[in-house]
Each structure stands twice: as structure tokens, then as C-alpha cells.
């Protein structure tokens, strides 16, 4: 055949040599078709295998009530006896993490906003809410913070400390 | 050829059977098919969002975003509450202000490219929240549009994205009809609720299921019929998000609304 046709035929699949090479060492191993719930899919099942791996591997930050319950077992059993008791310890003083570790002390969030999640009155008849006991955060001594008056651990006024 | 009242009656017998026989049941399965219709993943994670119970207080999404390393500040999240206020003139006011991060504490709602509004009670017909996270489909469309196979549905049904391998085009932040994907702002990688897939792989429950202090939120193996979550959402009135997509929706809602959408 002739030169001017090989030449760049030769080219083109140099090239197209190349693109394989790189793929063949760029390509994880551990990249291709799995079986998962739509059986060997292409669509649904096509990925690299140890991500799965690397998303258990991420760290836990929220350790749970039963971690707190350890040490603090008066707090604990406080709240558990109040109002308060679906509340989780973690959702008012923070992630755990690594406690008492890293970080050393919980930071406590005492403002207002916190109560306000949800004891601010919204008036609304149909969700949950409003079984609540409900203020108007306008009139309901603003600006006070609420931890002056209500001890979180034991909100309820009876008790009031 | 002669054909006795026996055996005309016996070939139709057979006949009729085999015409019962469908196709598909004729068709040569890879055994890993076989496998997956069996059932040999033993998980299937579902979700059920109670949302006569949700209150609004937004805990679940100030614990996704800390718990999954989401930027607090950003108008990002994976997880988010809607507001829904249905007024007298039937109109539904829908507001999620940094996606129900710091709670509903006021009564202001903003609806989308309108100014505030005070809405006197009298007004209100109905309201509720409804919490809304990944849909974790059985058929991701999501991960259909994919280009380069970074994004995934795990053996026992969720889907992920791998940050390694995604190059950000964006296709499938597009395609959910959901709209629970976006870009993370520190990684530049297409982002979502991952059903915390580092907690329930432990045993743990997800972060927002732990943070919700009402039992709004549940998690549960929908392959195990003892499960609790399982047995709630095969006795109860339950219903998908756009079910008309076909996507399948493994995050099952009680109480939706037909403004919810």
C-alpha cells in the first residue's frame, strides 16, 4: 500500500494505543460493572467498587445519648424524667465527636433560638407543633434568655429551680 | 390422522398451559440476576417521614450538616423541612429559609420571589412541615445521566457519589426531580444525602432519624418484615414524592398533601 495512506493509519492507531495505555494504569481495578439491585447493571452499577468503602470509613460525629449516660448520669437521669426526655443531649450541647477527647468540653448553647426551634407559637392548628407549649417571642420576656428562668433539664414550671 | 376425545383434550390442557407461560419466565438469567431477585442483599434501606409528627424545629438538618460535613453557612444542605401554610383563598405559601437549619420561629414566610408576609392565623386553613431528603429511588435518574460512573446505587439500594471520580458537569444535580443534589462548595463534587451511609452500615441510625426529637423520621430495612419501619409503612397509608416519574422512591411520607410537592 501506499506511504502517504500508512503513515497516517500507523498515526491513528499509535494514538488510539495510547488512550488504552493510559486508561489501563489511570483506572482503578476495582472500576467496572457490580451486581447490586437491578442484578449486573451498566445504568445503575457502574462505579469504582471501594467507594462504598471510603463512605463507611467517614467519620461518626453524633455518638448518641447512651454515650453521654456514661459519665453524666445525673444530667442524664434528669432529663430523662422530664418533658425534655425526647430530646437528644447532642442536639443542645453539640457533636460529640471524640468527647472528652477531642474536643475537651461541649460548648452548651444557651440562646434563646435554641427554645425557639420549637417553643415559639406559630399558630399553626394541623402539624404537632402545636401541642407544644407555645410563646410569642415579642412578648414573652424578650431578651431574656430562657435558661435564666427554665432549667432545660427540667423545663417544667412546677419544678422550676 | 385420527384423534380421540382423550387426546384432543389432553393437547388443549397442554396447549393452555403453555400459553400461560410467559415469555419472560423462558429467558436465561446470569446468575448474580438470579441472585438480586432472590433477594441475597439482605438490606434494602427505606425511609418514613412522618409528617403529621414533624414540628419544624429543624434539628435534623443542623445535624446532617454537622454530622456530614456540609458547610454550615452555605445555602446548601442534604436534608431540608418545608413549610407549608395553606390559606382561605386556597393558596399554599411554601418557605424552607436555609432549609429549616435554625427552626421555623417565626410566623414571617417568604414565598419564592415575593416579599414577606405576616399571615394573620385567622387566614390559615392548614400548615405543616414536611422534611424532605433523598428519595434514594430504585431507578436514580441520577445516576442514569452520569457520563463518567461516579455516581452509584449501593447493593442494598443507596445512592452515593464518588467524590474521587466526579468531574462536576452537573448532568445529575439536573436530572433528580427532586432537586436534593448540588455542588459541595468545598470539594466541587456533585453532593447528596447519603442515608449517612457511614452510621447505618454500623448499626447506627442516620443522623437526622437520631436528631429528631418527635419520630418524624425513620429508617428501616425494608427487606427484613419484622423491621418496625417495614411493618409501618406495608400497614399504613403511605405515599412516594412524584410518583408519576416512575423513579420509585424508597422515602415513604405519611400524611402528604396535594400541595406538597
Known sequence: MKNHVLRPLWLAIVFVAAILLARYYVVPSDFGVHPGVHGKSFTYGFYRQGDIQDWKNFKVKYRGRDLCADCHDKEFAKIKASPHSIIQCENCHGPAIDHPDNPATLKINRSRALCLRCHADLGYPDSNRAQIPGIDPKEHNAGEACVDCHNPHNPDLEDME | ?261
Request: glycine letters at 8%; aromatic letters at 10%.
Open chain 2, 1 to 261: 390422522m385420527s384423534c380421540s376425545r382423550r387426546t384432543l383434550l389432553k393437547n388443549t390442557v397442554k396447549g393452555a398451559i403453555a400459553g400461560a407461560v410467559p415469555l419472560s419466565a423462558l429467558k436465561f438469567l446470569s446468575p448474580t440476576e438470579v441472585k438480586a431477585a432472590i433477594g441475597d442483599a439482605k438490606v434494602r434501606w427505606g425511609f418514613l417521614v412522618d409528617t403529621t409528627k414533624c414540628v419544624g424545629c429543624g434539628f435534623c438538618v443542623k445535624a446532617c450538616k454537622k454530622e456530614n460535613e456540609v458547610p454550615y453557612d452555605a445555602p446548601v444542605t442534604r436534608t431540608w423541612v418545608e413549610r407549608y401554610v395553606i390559606t382561605k383563598d386556597k393558596k399554599a405559601h411554601i418557605d424552607s429559609p436555609m432549609g429549616g437549619r435554625d427552626g421555623f420561629t417565626s410566623r414571617q414566610i417568604k414565598d419564592d420571589g415575593e416579599p414577606p408576609e405576616n399571615i394573620p392565623p385567622e387566614e390559615i386553613t392548614k400548615a405543616f412541615f414536611v422534611p424532605k431528603l433523598c428519595n434514594q429511588c430504585e431507578n436514580p435518574v441520577c445516576v442514569q445521566v452520569c457520563p463518567v460512573g461516579a455516581t452509584y446505587q449501593t447493593p442494598d439500594g443507596v445512592v452515593l457519589v464518588d467524590r474521587t471520580w466526579c468531574i462536576g458537569c452537573g448532568y445529575c444535580i439536573m436530572a433528580c426531580p427532586y432537586g436534593v443534589r448540588f455542588f459541595h462548595p468545598k470539594y466541587h463534587t456533585a453532593e447528596k444525602c447519603t442515608f449517612c451511609y457511614h452510621r447505618i452500615t454500623k448499626g447506627l441510625k442516620t443522623a437526622c432519624v437520631d436528631a429528631c426529637p418527635f419520630g418524624a423520621r425513620r429508617i428501616g430495612n425494608l427487606k427484613d418484615p419484622n423491621d418496625p419501619v417495614t411493618k409501618a409503612i406495608l400497614s399504613e397509608r403511605v405515599a412516594v414524592l412524584k410518583d408519576e416519574y416512575g423513579t420509585k422512591p424508597q422515602v415513604f411520607y405519611i400524611g402528604l398533601d396535594y400541595d406538597v410537592r
